[in-house]
Nanobody
Framework: QIQLIESGGGSVQIGGSLTLSCAAS????????VGWFRRAPGKEREFVAS????????SYSDSVRGRFTISRDNSKNTLSLKMHSLQVEDTAVYYC???????????????????WGQGTQVTVSS
């Protein structure tokens, strides 16, 4: 199976930027649609963004569209999430995930993803 490890989390001021990374290993990276989810304190995990197997097609939740950018580098088996104009509401543990490409597109539901990273904390404050 594929293994995923997130990194890049940290603390940032409101309006700041942060980039998260996810390294994949195991099964061929291009067999998967990849995505980012987050779990805020006291809330359930929610969809953030996803990218097709080549990264040419992306999907975003309404709350992050225009501020976050998901991308993947299949030559390096990596996934990233560039976050800008961060808000307090963006504070959460962020998870990268992978779903078998045969599921189709878009892939935005938690249950569709079978592979998950351990999560990385992002804290936004004033």
């Amino acid at each position: 199976q594929i293994q995923l490890i997130e990194s890049g989390g940290g603390s940032v001021q409101i309006g700041g930027s942060l980039t998260l990374s996810c390294a994949a290993s195991g099964r061929p990276f291009t067999n998967y649609v990849v995505g980012w989810f987050r779990r805020a304190p006291g809330k359930e995990r929610e969809f953030v963004a996803s990218a097709s197997v080549r990264g040419s097609t992306t999907s975003y939740s309404d709350s992050v569209r225009g501020r976050f950018t998901i991308s993947r580098d299949n030559s390096k088996n990596t996934l990233s999430l560039k976050m800008h104009s961060l808000q307090v509401e963006d504070t959460a543990v962020y998870y990268c995930a992978a779903a078998i490409a045969s599921r189709g597109w878009p892939v935005t539901l938690e249950y569709e993803y079978e592979n998950w990273g351990q999560g990385t904390q992002v804290t936004v404050s004033s």
